[in-house]
């Protein structure tokens, strides 16, 4: 079965910089659709970032209280997707989530940052960020 793991998250002063990343394993072949999400205490899942099925080159789109901020990268030879956090703010903390769906039949599914939009999670990598 797919499996996706976080890796990444700790703690730091405001306006400082994290890298997380997002390894999967388990599939043989087809396209992605992948994304990061997160959830603060006592808050819904908000979606971060999403690269659609052609992968990092179609580009990224971004949720608005990240942008400017957060940018996604890739290591194709690891089957790593990162997410570099910059200029990170208290609001940034929470449990962070990277999420994928597979295909197979070649065609293109757009970027997403709906929840629903994905079959596999990994189990989340925490985030604090202090004043």
């Known amino acids: 079965q797919v499996q996706l793991m976080e890796t990444g998250g700790g703690s730091v002063q405001s306006g400082g910089s994290l890298r997380l990343s997002c390894t999967a394993s388990?599939?043989?072949?087809?396209?992605?659709?992948m994304a990061w999400f997160r959830q603060g205490s006592g808050t819904g899942r908000e979606g971060v970032a999403s690269i659609d099925s052609r992968g990092l080159s179609g580009g990224a789109i971004y949720g608005g209280s990240v942008k400017g901020r957060f940018t996604v990268s890739q290591d194709n030879a690891e089957s790593t997707l990162y997410l570099q956090m910059s200029s990170l703010k208290p609001d940034d903390t929470g449990v962070y989530y990277c999420?994928?769906?597979?295909?197979?039949?070649?065609?293109?599914?757009?970027?997403?940052?709906?929840?629903?939009?994905?079959?596999?999670w990994g189990q989340g990598t925490q985030v604090t960020v202090s004043s």
């Open positions: 388990g599939y043989t072949s087809g396209s992605y659709r």
């Open positions: 999420a994928a769906s597979y295909f197979f039949d070649g065609y293109y599914y757009p970027k997403s940052l709906e929840i629903s939009d994905y079959r596999y």
